[in-house]
Every structure is written in structure tokens, then in C-alpha cells.
């Protein structure tokens, strides 16, 4: 449980939004594409073009993988203060609580953050007296099927995108470098909300931020709280599915596209009375890979938005930040208009 002294704190809330009463938002409908199907590649674009974010079904990720990793999240998190923190604190790696980053970013949250490239030295599985590779086994079966889930989306799109190789974005998840994480997040119930709900406020698990990656694939139970920012401003509620997976277009692959595919802002709000438990991949490039546009997917004259970079410039950037600021904006170019005489 995360303990926080009461009354709860300011800064754990969301300010509420005006309301506009001339214009009420028009919510639009979470695209859902079955990866089975001939025209999912075409959807598949058209959603990151459109959203930065859809859900995914008929996906191959066995049902099992996924029941017994959140069954043994679940017990993690319902296991003493004092024996989580023995795999802790994060540096990077490790449990951590209610402190996101080092720059004064807060969430009622508890995680587990793991290299994707698991071994037995990751601190979480040390703490399992009982059988550290069982619960290493579990979580690299369940990694393994949902990074070839997500390399599958990669190509998919590669290929509606008629890019060659097909394999250009989903190498960087596949090399032996890639800087790929696993995290899991823990949102305990929070009894002392329902007084603040009543006055609309809501309470902040994971602050508005967007991934910093090339794709992000989360998992969740079916308690509600997770949150997409519309073009327009105004926050959308993502109705829970455990039987789908949710994906998110990256930085990374928003630049790599130069914009056409777009990094959507998404935020995790509390809830009063039931427990949420998410588990999510984000696939990222080696260290030393160097994000760009693709010229092969740039049209004819078609100006360059961004700057050239190394994932590793733009992760030590992210992590220089907070989760609410426009990380991208440091690299994009300032295209200057050119006006005749």
C-alpha cells in the first residue's frame, strides 16, 4: 500500500477542467483492430496517424502468459513494505513508490521496473526465497510473446507504409543492444478519495506524459483509470478490456515518421475503491541508434521536423524532465517560412 499522511496532498490531484458547456466534447471511439484480419495493416496506420493509440486483439499472447504474471504481480504488491523494498529503490531498475523520476513528479503508484533483457541479477526475483526462476521464467514468457507482438505491429505498418526493409523499425526491438524496459504498475484503492470525487477532483497515478519510445504495449485489469488527451485538449476515459492489448505510438516513431504518426498524451487517474494493476513493454532502439525521419518515407521536397538524434541524447533528455513537458520539442527544427519579395 502506498502511505501517504492525510489529508492527502495537493499535488496528487488533477486540476479539474473548466467546463465548456457551448462545445461539450464529442468523444470519439477507441479504434480496435484484429490482428488477424487482411485489412489490419491499413487500420493500423490510419490509427497512428489519427490517435497515437489503439487496441489490439487476436493478438497470440497465450491467455496463460498473462494470468499467471498478474497473479504474481498481485502478490508482490500485497507483500510487506519491508520485503518490496528489498528490491528497491530504482536505479533504474527496481520498486519504487510514489516518487516518478527524479524531478518532483508524484503518483498514488507503486512499479516494478525491469530491463526487458531479464536475467536473475534484476533485483525484484532475488527477493523470491521460494523460487526466484519460476517467477523469472513467467515474466520472460510473457515478454518474450508480447515484444513479438509488438515487432508483428512494426511490420505491419512497414509494410502499408511500403518501407524496405519490413523489418526497418522492428530490428531495433529484435537487436541484442535494444534498450527495451518492462514495467509494472500497482494502483492500490484510495479510500479517502470518495469525498474528492464528489467535487470532481480526480486523483493522479502516472501524470499526463507521452513514451518516450518507438511503440509501448500495455496490459490491464478491468478497473478503469487510464486517460488519452484528445487534439483538442479535453481528457478521454479508455474503457477497461483485459482481454485486448492497448498500444501506443512512441516518440521515437513519431519522429522516425516525421510526424505522421503521432506520440499521444495519456495519464493514469485513481480509483476509491477497486485496485488497478497494468504491465507494460515499451521497445526501444539501442543506445547509440540515431532517430531521424526515414528518407524513404519522406515525399519530394518534404522538409525534416526534427533533428537528428541518439536514443541515449533523447533518453538522458527525458529523464532530465518532467513527465508534462514537450520532451520532443527540444529536437524539433524551426522551419523558418520563406516569403518572396
Not at 485538449?233 to 474503457?239: A, L, R, T, Y
Request: charged share 25%.
Amino acid at each position: 500500500m502506498v502511505a501517504i499522511s492525510k489529508p492527502l496532498p495537493e499535488l496528487f490531484f488533477v486540476k479539474p477542467c473548466k467546463p465548456n458547456n457551448n462545445n461539450p466534447p464529442n468523444f470519439p471511439t477507441i479504434p480496435l483492430i484484429d490482428l488477424s484480419r487482411s485489412d489490419s495493416k491499413h487500420l493500423l496506420v490510419k490509427a497512428c496517424q489519427e490517435f497515437g493509440f489503439f487496441k489490439v486483439v487476436n493478438h497470440g499472447v497465450p491467455m496463460k502468459f498473462i494470468s499467471k504474471l498478474e497473479s504474481e504481480a498481485i502478490k508482490f504488491f500485497s507483500s510487506p513494505l519491508s520485503l518490496k523494498q528489498k528490491a528497491g529503490p530504482p536505479n533504474p531498475f527496481g520498486y519504487g513508490n510514489k516518487r516518478l523520476g527524479q524531478n518532483g513528479d508524484f503518483g498514488w503508484v507503486e512499479y516494478l521496473l525491469l530491463n526487458a533483457k531479464l536475467d536473475q541479477k534484476n533485483p525484484p526475483f532475488s527477493i523470491f526465497d521460494e523460487n526466484p526462476e519460476k517467477i523469472l521464467r513467467i515474466v520472460k514468457d510473457y515478454v518474450t510473446a508480447v515484444k513479438k507482438m509488438a515487432c508483428e505491429i512494426l511490420e505491419l505498418l512497414a509494410d502499408e507504409l511500403k518501407l524496405k526493409p519490413r523489418n526497418v523499425f522492428s530490428k531495433l526491438l529484435m537487436d541484442e543492444q535494444s534498450d527495451s524496459v518492462f514495467r509494472v504498475n500497482y494502483y492500490p484503492p484510495c479510500p479517502d478519495l470518495q469525498e474528492h470525487e464528489t467535487k470532481g477532483k480526480k486523483l493522479i497515478g502516472f501524470g499526463e506524459h507521452t513514451d518516450p519510445q518507438i511503440i509501448s504495449v500495455l496490459r490491464s485489469n478491468n478497473t478503469s483509470g487510464l486517460e488519452i488527451s484528445l487534439r483538442d485538449g479535453s481528457w478521454m476515459s479508455v474503457p477497461p478490456d483485459s482481454n485486448s492489448f492497448f498500444i501506443n505510438v512512441g516518440d521515437s516513431l513519431q519522429v522516425m515518421t516525421n510526424g505522421r504518426f503521432k506520440s499521444v498524451k495519456h495519464r493514469v487517474v485513481a480509483n476509491s475503491s477497486k485496485s488497478r494493476l497494468s504491465m507494460i513493454y515499451f521497445g526501444g532502439p539501442p543506445l547509440s541508434e540515431k532517430i531521424a525521419p526515414l528518407p524513404s518515407l519522406m515525399e519530394r521536397e518534404e522538409a525534416s521536423l526534427y533533428k537528428e538524434f541518439t536514443w541515449f541524447e533523447y533518453k538522458k533528455s527525458a529523464f532530465n524532465s518532467r513527465l508534462s513537458d514537450n520532451r520532443l520539442g527540444l529536437f524539433e527544427k524551426r522551419l523558418e517560412k520563406i516569403t518572396t519579395p
